[in-house]
């Protein structure tokens, strides 16, 4: 059964434009159907905040979908990690690491540092730290050999 055909869902409003997902309640679950996996997942307050940057990014920014790549694998100091959402550019070169997290999640230090050892490996130049609510842009600079805080999301790859 279809969640609009149920009962009306009260999911938290985030910080990014309003989007109708296709939700679906199977038994006591809420599923959300992944438009880029072609698949529905179960509905977590992280996933809630994925499905919100992708469809921003595609919708608003302009970034091609065959361009995603969501929760990649990657082995880091003999530990399993996946990332949120990685962005490549049409060299399939990686280009943007966006770190998700739940909308109760503070994005702090620790948050950016997981997403610095992800990149570690995956050598983005950019970044976005989000819990939905609070979102952090982050480009690296040539010039200052670090990354630098930016006002808005990096423009879609070339």
Not at 28 to 33: M, Y
Not at 53 to 68: A, E, R, V
Not at 116 to 145: A, F, V
Request: charge should be positive.
């Amino acid at each position: 059964m279809s969640v609009a055909q149920d009962q009306k869902v009260n999911l938290p409003g985030l910080n990014l434009p309003r989007f109708e997902p296709d939700l679906k309640r199977v038994e006591d679950k809420l599923w959300i159907f992944d438009s880029l996996r072609r698949k529905h997942l179960v509905l977590t307050p992280e996933e809630w905040v994925r499905q919100h940057w992708i469809n921003f990014l595609i919708t608003h920014q302009g970034y091609p979908g065959g361009l995603f790549s969501l929760e990649k694998g990657l082995t880091y100091n003999q530990l399993r990690k996946r990332t949120d959402l990685i962005v490549f550019d049409r060299e399939a070169v990686p280009y943007l690491l966006v770190e998700c997290k739940a909308p109760g999640v503070k994005i702090d230090e620790k948050t950016l540092g997981q997403a610095m050892t992800y990149n570690q490996k995956i050598n983005c130049p950019n970044l976005i730290l989000s819990n939905g609510l609070t979102h952090i842009y982050m480009s690296y600079s040539e010039t200052d050999q670090r990354f630098v805080q930016l006002n808005n999301p990096p423009k879609s790859p070339k």
